[in-house]
Structures are given as structure tokens and as C-alpha cells.
């Protein structure tokens, strides 16, 4: 999805558009209420959300023994913040600057979701039901674009609802590794 952007502007000479199945929201038209800018600081700071989840899942909130075993799994930080700060830029391009900008960038946007969610997978295995509730309640809100003057709050309802899933999912996957070192550890003889 990350070269989408470069091979249609260096082979087909077109710079590309999200398909009409999943388009991308032009912000365009809520430059012009009288609440613009409450309504694109709070999207744009949304974001925020990843940067607290990557930072704990960095292991810098070492108040607890899960905490400090995530710290043996730095990807799984660094993934969201990168998510975080692909995100802002993208976004920031999607209220403020270029449309066209901002369609090449949900690639990239796009290809480090995935690219994320199958290393948690392959990382954590298969996310609890609170993981899931929350990934699921986040993929709902990607869902409705219309009206426009809801989107901008029901995406920063996924950034929220997607970073705490990886929490979440993270934590799912320190138990399971604590779960098998308790079955593998011999208890000493009494």
C-alpha cells in the first residue's frame, strides 16, 4: 500500500486516488464553519492517543510488571507511534493543505495499520474480547463519513478506540507469555 503513491506517479504518471469503495473524506467544506478551528484541533490532536500508547507500550508508565515486560517488544511502540505521527501529517494534509497530498499519504496511513496489526498478531496472537470490543467499536466509526460535519469526530473516536485496543491487545499478549513462563517455571520443592 506505502509504494501506491510512487509507482502511480512514476509509471502511470497519475497521482492516486483512494478507490470509489473506500473513499476519503474531503474536509474542504468545514473550512468554512465558524467552528473550523476547534473542529480541526481537535481531529488533528486526537492523534495524541497514539503517542500515550506507544509511549506506555515503550514501557515509559513502569508502575506495573506488564509494563515492564512490553519493553522487551519495542516494535510494538514503535508501530503506533509511527501510526501517531503518520497520521497527524496525513490528517493535517486531509484539513488544512493539498487533497491530492493527502490521498497519497491515507496509503501510507493505511499501510502502517496493517503492516501494525499483523505484527501485534504475529507478536501478541489473537486479541482479547476487550481488544476486540474496542477494535471493533473503532472500525465502526471508519464506516460512517456522512455527514461531513460528524466525520472529523467519529475519526477521533478511532484514533482513541485504536490505540487503547492496542493496549489492550498488548496486554492480552504479556498475559499469555506470563500464563506459559507460570506453566514452564517448576515450582520449587517444599
Not at 112 to 118: E, K
Not at 127 to 143: I, N
Request: with cysteine; proline share 6%.
Amino acid at each position: 500500500l506505502a509504494i501506491v503513491p510512487v509507482y502511480s506517479a512514476l509509471v502511470w504518471n497519475i497521482v492516486p486516488s483512494m478507490p470509489h469503495w473506500w473513499p476519503l473524506t474531503n474536509m474542504e467544506q468545514l473550512l468554512t464553519s465558524p467552528s473550523w478551528g476547534l473542529i480541526v484541533t481537535v481531529f488533528l490532536s486526537s492523534n495524541l492517543f497514539y503517542f500515550a500508547s506507544g509511549a506506555y507500550l515503550l514501557g515509559r508508565f513502569s508502575w506495573s510488571r506488564k509494563a515492564k515486560l512490553l519493553k522487551g517488544f519495542p516494535m510494538l511502540g514503535g508501530l503506533i507511534l509511527t501510526a501517531g505521527v503518520v497520521s497527524t501529517v496525513f490528517h493535517y494534509f486531509q484539513a488544512l493543505g493539498s487533497f491530492q497530498v493527502a490521498e497519497a499519504l491515507c496509503y501510507l496511513d493505511h499501510a502502517v495499520a496493517c503492516s501494525s496489526i499483523l505484527y501485534f498478531w504475529h507478536r501478541c496472537g489473537r486479541p482479547g474480547l476487550a481488544a476486540s470490543l474496542m477494535a471493533g467499536a473503532g472500525f465502526a466509526t471508519l464506516v460512517i463519513t456522512d455527514p461531513i460535519a460528524i466525520y472529523p469526530y467519529l475519526h477521533s473516536a478511532w484514533h482513541a478506540l485504536s490505540a487503547g485496543a492496542a493496549v489492550f491487545w498488548a496486554n492480552d499478549g504479556v498475559k499469555r507469555r506470563l500464563h506459559m513462563m507460570e506453566q514452564i517455571t517448576p515450582v520449587p520443592a517444599t
